[in-house]
T-cell receptor, first 115, second 115 residues
Framework: DQQVKQNSPSLSVQEGRISILNCDYTNSMFDYFLWYKKYPAEGPTFLIS?????DKNEDGRFTVFLNKSAKHLSLHIVPSQPGDSAVYFCAAKGGSTGGGNKLTFGTGTQLKVEL | DGGITQSPKYLFRKEGQNVTLSCEQN?????MYWYRQDPGQGLRLIYYSQIVNDFQKGDIAEGYSVSREKKESFPLTVTSAQKNPTAFYLC??????????????FGDGTRLSIL
């Protein structure tokens, strides 16, 4: 039962353009959402998060949008840079995942930013 | 520098052997987590601990064991009962702060392979 879904395994974008990564979830009890960036053979790095009481959170070039009615969130990167090329994971907390900060992860989207 | 240290980076196991993966953090975080990543999949939670001397099973705990004798350390043992141990193992930690959401921060992982 995949509660967090990233339906696009890969995305290719030109440098300077906008990258939009999408994530859908099925558990309406999730109350906190995060995006992580991961390079090969390294651990994920926390990028940005959003609480379910908000619909937008911005940090520099990164903006996360949350649409609770559609159970959908997206990460916008503007402008995209070659160093942004990595795998991006969406994660969610709350609901059946239990106590503490237990997270449920999506399968990831490989972003490639081309020159 | 504060962070999470996983060792070794690469580990090889013979059939029938138990192996222990190390995870140490100096962030003064209360909670620690172990995840497993397989190709094309997201991170799946093996075990987590919110306080010293206490831990809970995650989604795929079978064939694994953990201990939490010190706040800084959360070793994971992959036992011979784990039939498919080849994977990338990630350790994470986070603050546990009632009512506030906090991201998890990850180490750089250990890649375990079967000889």
């Amino acid at each position: 039962d995949q509660q967090v879904k990233q339906n696009s395994p890969s995305l290719s974008v030109q440098e300077g353009r906008i990258s939009i990564l999408n994530c859908d979830y099925t558990n309406s009890m999730f109350d906190y959402f995060l995006w992580y960036k991961k390079y090969p053979a390294e651990g994920p790095t926390f990028l940005i998060s959003i609480s379910s009481i908000k619909d937008k959170n911005e940090d520099g070039r990164f903006t996360v949008f949350l649409n609770k009615s559609a159970k959908h969130l997206s990460l916008h990167i503007v402008p995209s840079q070659p160093g942004d090329s990595a795998v991006y994971f969406c994660a969610a907390k709350g609901g059946s995942t239990g106590g503490g900060n237990k997270l449920t992860f999506g399968t990831g989207t490989q972003l490639k930013v081309e020159l | 520098d504060g962070g999470i240290t996983q060792s070794p980076k690469y580990l090889f196991r013979k059939e029938g052997q138990n192996v222990t993966l190390s995870c140490e953090q100096n962030l003064n975080h209360d909670a620690m987590y172990w995840y497993r990543q397989d190709p094309g999949q997201g991170l799946r939670l093996i075990y987590y601990s919110q306080i010293v001397n206490d831990f809970q099973k995650g989604d795929i705990a079978e064939g694994y064991s953990v201990s939490r004798e010190k706040k800084e350390s959360f070793p994971l043992t992959v036992t011979s009962a784990q039939k498919n141990p080849t994977a990338f193992y990630l350790c994470a930690s986070s603050i546990v702060q009632g009512g506030y959401n906090q991201p998890q921060h990850f180490g750089d992982g250990t890649r375990l392979s079967i000889l």
